[in-house]
């Protein structure tokens, strides 16, 4: 392998980290699907992630969102379980029929978001999260994982980024712990059928590069950097297909045949349960974006209808948040536009998904027997 292949490979993975990013394969993938027929549109359902708008302003866009029959995916962070301004916020969209997925997150000491090593505190939480909604009678229609490094893992990488890209790969190469990680997906795998039994649906949005991962049958990258994803039974996997990201990594946006390619690989992979995550509308999220992000309606429209065209029945957006800065929610959940060109951005899209495959297999070199369990 060229090295540069591998210092571009990391390049482009950590422009999902840099954007702040936002599955399961029991076997090696499941069976094949095939995309519709040329000329099909398929109903795109729509979930659009809130993360940092107040409760008091979420309940003005419930009214779009109910119109466009889209989910609410709200960020609840822990400390707010049994907080009454939240559940007045759980109660008005049941009312107003719109459906709430709770995107559960930790402090972010305890890692922010579910990985191999806050289990256990994230299993308190979310059990804690489902008793109060039920008790009050708003629970929600699904519970999102969203299976990322920790918070503390994920500033060492960006910070190790000024050391050299060899320091970065050395980094996730010490994350690399076979049997630490499929213990992660055993615990993962308990606390996702504890879920299921309360009657909520559970849901895991990660990075799409676990799907070049889950493809060729190992699980390298995801140990490298502590995600167990596959082998989880979730009812749903979204892959973060994120334009702004991606656009960090080769300076340059991409275009649909991004979300094209990944949308096709990951039904391949995950069959009826994937889904596709776009972003990112405005400029709010937890690390500031350092690339390009959405301005225009048009533009992501033609990035959902090209998810579509690969026979994705549900897409998801992120933000809120944006929406409310980019000219408001109604302009974001009814914007159209013409059908993409095939192919469009086809050479980049080529090349971020070579590198991706190129760093798996870099992080996989030497591991004897330590590679898919």
């Not at 060229?2 to 993938?29: D, F, I, K």
């Not at 029929?97 to 939480?125: C, D």
């Not at 302009?331 to 495959?357: C, H, Q």
């Amino acid at each position: 392998m060229v090295v540069r292949t591998t210092v571009h490979g990391v390049c482009v993975l950590l422009a999902s980290l840099a954007a702040g990013c936002e599955t399961p394969v029991t076997a090696r993938a499941d069976a094949a699907v095939a995309p519709p027929d040329v000329g099909v549109v398929t109903p795109v359902a729509l979930g659009v992630y809130s993360e940092f708008v107040p409760p008091s302003q979420v309940r003005g866009a419930l009214g779009a969102l109910a119109a466009r029959r889209a989910t609410l995916q709200l960020a609840i962070p822990a400390a707010r379980v049994g907080d009454p301004e939240l559940l007045g916020l759980l109660r008005e969209a049941r009312g107003a029929g719109v459906p709430v997925r709770a995107w559960l997150l930790l402090e972010r000491s305890e890692g922010y978001w579910p990985n191999e090593g806050n289990l256990t505190r994230y299993r308190e939480a979310a059990l804690a999260l489902l008793d109060w909604t039920a008790r009050e009678g708003v629970s929600p229609e699904a519970l999102i994982f969203d299976v990322e490094p920790a918070y503390a893992y994920t500033l060492e990488l960006r910070r190790t980024w000024s050391q050299g890209l060899g320091a970065v790969l050395e980094r996730m190469r010490g994350h690399r712990d076979p049997a630490a990680f499929r213990a992660s997906v055993a615990a993962m795998t308990e606390l996702v059928e504890a879920v299921r039994a309360r009657g909520v649906r559970p849901v895991c949005v990660t990075y799409p590069q676990v799907v070049d991962d889950a493809l060729d049958g190992d699980d390298d990258l995801q140990d490298a950097l502590d995600l167990p994803v596959r082998g989880v039974p979730w009812d749903e996997v979204s892959f973060m297909v994120y334009q702004t990201g991606f656009a960090e990594g080769v300076r340059a946006w991409i275009g649909p045949g991004l979300v094209g390619a990944y949308a096709r690989d990951a039904r391949r992979a995950f069959g009826e349960r994937a889904v596709i995550a776009l972003g990112q509308i405005g400029d709010a999220g937890i690390f500031p974006p350092a690339g390009p992000v959405y301005t225009d309606p048009a533009v992501l429209s033609q990035d959902i209808a090209a998810a579509s065209d690969e026979g994705m029945r549900r897409v998801e957006l992120y933000s809120l948040d944006g929406m409310f800065s980019q000219g408001g929610v109604p302009r974001w959940l009814g914007a159209t536009s013409p059908r993409p060109e095939p192919g469009e951005g086809s050479a980049l899209v080529i090349l971020v998904r070579s590198l991706a495959r190129s760093l798996d297999a870099e992080l996989g070199a030497g591991r004897g027997d330590a590679g898919a369990p």
